[in-house]
Every structure is written in C-alpha cells, then in structure tokens.
C-alpha cells in the first residue's frame, strides 16, 4: 500500500471538527492614498468567506483554515486577498516513515519600511500576496534504548503573486541522533544540518552545520546544557569570515511545573551569543519571554509565519480564528530579498484573564545586522489590549500599539507609528453578530511623503453557517 493510499485512508477514517463562516462588511477610510496631504475618503465593500478544518486519525492529523477577501475597491488593487494555514501529518509506515505538510497564503509589504498601511484596503501599491508551501518526508528508527535516530528533507517552494519580488525555494536535509530512554540523568546528540536556498538567477546561500550536544539533570529543578559544533556557510557577504567553530553553554531551571527558564551564551562567526525563554503559566495568567541571535532570511521568516492564531494566550483552541476584521499585513519582516542577516529578536507577553475580561501585554524588538552590507534595521513594539464581557450578548474591546522602525548604514530612515482601536460586539443569534469597528492611525517619518493620518470605521456582519 502506497504512503498516498494510507494517508487518504486514514484522512477518511479520521474524526473531523469544521466551521464555516461568511462575513459581510463595509469599511470606511478618511485616507485612502495614506497621504500627508489631499487626502481622499473611501467607502469599501468586503465579503469574506472562511472554514476551518480539523481531522485526527490513528495515523494522520489535518489542520486547515481558509479565507479569502473579496472587495469593491476597484482600480489596480488586488479585488481577492486569499489567507490559508494548512499542516497536516501522516505515519506513512508504522514507526518509521513520516511526512509533514505545510502551506500559507497571506499579504506582506513588499518594502516593509515605507507606508503599506495596516491592511489591503489602501491604495499605496506596497504589496504582495506570500504563498509558501513545504513538503517534508523523514524516517525515525530506534536503536533499543541507546539512541533515536531522525532523517527529514524538507523542500519550501515560496512565491509572490508581485513580479517585482523574487521567488525562492530551499532544501534543507538534517540527520538526528539523540540518546535513548536509557539513559536518565545523562543525555546527548548529534546534529547535522544542510540548507541550500535558490532564486530564478541561481544560488544563493547555503548553510551547513554539525553540533555535540550534551545534558545532565542535577536534581528535579536544575539541568546543564552544553553543544560543541562547526558551520560552514556561503552566502553574499562583505565579510570573509562566514565560518567556524562554535560553542554554547546554558541550563534549564524548572522550580515547578508551572515555569521554566532555559538560557545560555555561546559564541559564533559574527560574535558571541545569548540566548534565553521563560514562561509561566497560573491559572488566570500566562507571561512568556524569549531573546535569541540566530542567522537567518526572508525567505525563512516568511514561511515560518504564523496567519491565524487557532489557540489563545492561554493555550485554548480559538473556534473560529477569523474575526470579521480587515485582513492585518505582518509588520515583522523588514525586507524581502536574497540578503542573509543576523537576527537579534526579543519578545515579552503576558495575560491576565478575568471573569469578563482579559488584559494582554506584549513588547518586541529585533535588531537586524545584514551581511552583504552595511544595513542595520532596528525594530521596536508595544502593545496593549483589553477585552471585556459588557453583558450575556455584547462584549467591547480596547487596543493601543506603538511601533518604530529605523535604518542605518546603506540608508537613513525612521519612522514611528501609533494606532489606536476600539470595537463593540452585539450578538444577534446564536450564529450571528454584528461587529463595529474604529481605528486611528499616526505614522511619523523623516521621508518625504511617508507620514499620515488616517481615521477608518467598519460594521461587519458575521454569520456561522
């Protein structure tokens, strides 16, 4: 029996959770063109099909949600914004081989650091619709209880429906071998990694590495952590120093079953690294913190994006991951290109969650140092959020975000941007609610023709079929 037949076997005997929905809305702007100047209104029409899909067999689990953006906007914007998260796993031979599937669809700004506005309904023209899809077979074995073993090949196909962005694909192979259930106190591995990404032109980077890593548990609360490895890299770089030995040292402190705290420092090619996550999680609350250094791409960040949220800060799986509102461009990738960068990326978020409300914090901040140049892009962000139950039908929301954007080296640009929203939800059956939305945006730059204002309202009506 072919790996295909047994997954589309199991994919029909499996159990399956779907919901379907249709949101209907209109969506008013006082600044269509996001301009400083001469600003003009619009009045958009949009309606917004979408279904989630979630199967679990024995031996395979598919996840899907899908929605796509039709509007009345006209002239040359995009009249369909298609948005689509889909992962599915199959067991294609028991305990042995396997294979993880992947594919997204969402809208990114094709140059991130000028004015693209917070959704599709503008008519800047600084746009792209983002498909990624990978496919990724691996084969596991196990050696008794000394050592498991995992081989995987992962090919990522990434394209752009905006000719003026690059399409790329990668290969990625990596071999595994950890230790086994034997030993307790005392573990180790190794790991080999081998990616090579590709343009229309050709190559253009290829990352290699190979790391020892060590562990030992000292007592319930505390285990050490150490890796020993090289990397040999190729990639555009005005540096001759890609390469290298490298090394990291860290430990897991766990001092309940509620938190735990994983950090280390190390050092690599472009320097010495730090490294750390913390969470913990109460029964009402949930605070998480992470900081890492890592050498990365566009082509990377954006297919590892996330396009709905289908679970909560508090772990809960979210029914129905499509709100109603206008589709949000990602604001967290600073350039689409070929260009290899490191990438310092800490974030911080908590949640408190009440009766009838729920309070959200969340901060980020990324520092972003490319190789092939000079470029430095720092990125800033807070946000603050607040969601409470007014009565049995109507619940009402709050949210404030600030963001800073800034280039050095091959370019100097800042900016800063502020956006204040607020919405009112009235249930009006038991598959039907109307939502009425507002947002005020400020965005400062020292660019010519890169600040604006703009005031935007929607009602949406949604409908759970």
């Not at 990639?235 to 890609?242: A, C, H, K």
């Not at 994983?262 to 090619?269: A, I, L, Q, S, V």
């Amino acid at each position: 029996m072919s790996g295909l037949t047994l997954f589309s076997f199991s994919a029909l005997a499996a159990e399956w959770n779907s919901t379907a929905s249709i949101n209907a809305s209109a969506v008013y702007t006082d600044n269509v063109n996001l301009v400083t100047t001469g600003k003009e209104s619009d009045l958009t029409p949009t309606l917004t099909p979408s279904i989630s899909l979630h199967g679990k067999g024995a031996r395979a689990t598919v996840d899907l949600t899908a929605a796509a953006e039709f509007n009345g906007q006209g002239g040359g914007n995009d009249s369909v914004n298609p948005r689509l998260q889909a992962d599915a796993k199959a067991e294609l031979f028991e305990r042995v081989a396997f294979i993880d599937l992947n594919a997204t669809a969402t809208q990114n700004a094709i140059e991130p650091l000028a004015v693209s506005g917070s959704g599709n309904l503008n008519n800047r023209g600084n746009k792209t619709t983002t498909y990624s899809y990978k496919i990724s077979p691996y084969l596991k074995s196990r050696f008794k209880g000394l050592a498991d073993t995992e081989l995987r090949y992962t090919y990522n196909d990434l394209n752009h429906s905006e000719g003026s962005v690059g399409d790329t694909s990668s290969e990625t192979v990596n071999l595994s071998i950890t230790s086994g259930p034997d030993f307790k106190l005392f573990s180790w591995g190794v790991n080999a990694s081998n990616k090579v990404t590709d343009n229309e032109q050709g190559q253009v980077s290829e990352l290699s590495s190979a790391d020892f890593d060590l562990g030992y548990q000292l007592n319930r609360r505390w285990r050490v952590t150490g890796s020993i490895g090289t990397e040999s890299n190729d990639f555009n770089s005005v540096s001759t120093n890609r390469d290298g030995s490298r090394w990291d040292i860290g430990a897991v402190w766990t001092p309940n079953p509620r938190t735990v705290f994983d950090f280390g420092f190390g050092d690599r090619f472009f320097g010495s690294t730090k490294r750390f996550s913390f969470t913990h999680t109460g029964r009402r609350s949930t605070l998480t913190a992470s900081y890492s250094q890592d050498l990365t791409d566009s082509t990377t960040l954006l297919s590892d994006q996330v396009v709905f949220q289908v679970v909560d800060q508090f772990g809960q799986p979210i029914i129905n991951p499509v709100t109603g509102d206008p589709f949000l461009l990602a604001q967290n990738i600073s350039t689409i290109g070929n260009s290899t960068f490191v990438n310092d990326q800490l974030t911080v978020g908590y949640s408190l969650k009440g009766r009838r409300t729920t309070l959200s914090l969340n901060g980020n901040i990324s520092e972003q140092t490319y190789q092939d140049s000079s470029r430095e892009v720092s990125q800033y962000g807070l946000g603050a959020s607040i969601n409470r139950q007014l009565s049995g039908k109507i619940s009402g929301d709050l949210g404030l975000n600030w963001s800073e954007s800034e280039e050095k080296g091959t370019a100097s640009t800042q900016s800063d941007t502020w956006r204040l929203s607020a919405g009112i939800n009235q249930e009006l059956g038991p598959k039907t609610n109307l939502r009425l939305n507002y947002s005020f945006t400020d965005r400062s730059s020292n660019q010519s023709g890169q600040s604006y204002e703009e005031n935007r309202l929607s009602l949406t009506l949604n409908h759970t079929l």
